[in-house]
């Protein structure tokens, strides 16, 4: 299994400004995830961060708007630009490809963000 | 249609009861079949996972696959106050692929 952690865990921000949040998984991953969740709705992809290289967006979100970095296997951040109050939500980070499995993916507890 | 479909409840049952969660999916190709279990502003904890056909137990919580149906479900025996949860089941495309998630079952145990 991995353990998984964000940062910020919560935030405030405000219309037009930027957050950058981060993941840190505790032992190395193949592959890593962002996604969104509003309240009370299932999860959304975001993006597939790939070390090294440029990230992959799913229909209806780019780069611009969420830029990703992934500089090693254990580490990625999301940040979500010019905010709006559309913006709000929970933003989760996952890792999938631990050593023994490729099929089982785990998730960071989250970020959740208000914008204002 | 989606590509996993699931009843988002909520599900109300008292302690003790069987609940039975359930899931259909419209890719025959899926091989392996994900539940995780969300508490309330928590990220979601993966509970158990199936690959093909068949049931796996364990302890109290039972995940069983019909592809011939398309169909998964997770059973849950005496339920407790502490199962009360929002439980996704998810589906990934394959190995180290995101996962497709259905839209989750909020489940509540009454004491």
């Known amino acids: 299994s991995a353990v998984i952690s964000q940062k910020p865990s919560r935030d405030i921000c405000q219309r037009g400004t930027s957050l950058t949040i981060q993941c840190q998984v505790d032992?190395?991953?193949?592959?890593m995830f962002w996604y969104r969740q509003q309240p009370g709705q299932s999860l959304t992809l975001i993006a597939t961060?790939?070390?090294?290289?440029?990230?992959?967006?799913e229909s209806g979100f780019v780069i611009d708007k969420f830029p990703i970095s992934r500089p090693n296997l254990t580490f990625s951040t999301l940040t979500v630009s010019n905010m709006s109050p559309e913006d709000s939500s929970i933003y989760l980070c996952?890792?999938?490809?631990?050593?023994?499995?490729?099929?089982?993916?785990?998730f960071g507890p989250g970020t959740r963000l208000t914008v204002t | 249609q989606k590509e996993v479909e699931q009843d988002p409840g909520p599900l109300s049952v008292p302690e003790g009861a069987i609940v039975s969660l359930n899931c259909t999916y419209s890719?025959?190709?899926?091989?392996?079949f994900m539940w995780y279990r969300q508490y309330s502003r928590k990220g979601p904890e993966l509970l158990m996972y199936?690959?093909?056909?068949g049931n796996k137990e364990d302890g109290r919580f039972t995940a069983q696959v019909d592809k011939s149906s398309k169909y998964i479900s997770l059973f849950i025996r005496d339920s407790q106050p502490s199962d009360s949860a929002t439980y996704l089941c998810?589906?990934?495309?394959?190995?180290?692929?995101?996962?497709?998630f259905g839209k989750g079952t909020r489940l509540s145990v009454i004491a």
């Open positions: 996952s890792g999938a490809g631990t050593s023994g499995s490729q099929y089982e993916q785990y």
């Open positions: 032992s190395q991953v193949t592959m």
């Open positions: 961060a790939n070390q090294g290289s440029e990230a992959t967006y």
């Open positions: 890719n025959s190709a899926f091989q392996y």
């Open positions: 199936t690959y093909s056909s």
């Open positions: 998810a589906i990934p495309l394959s190995g180290n692929t995101p996962l497709v």
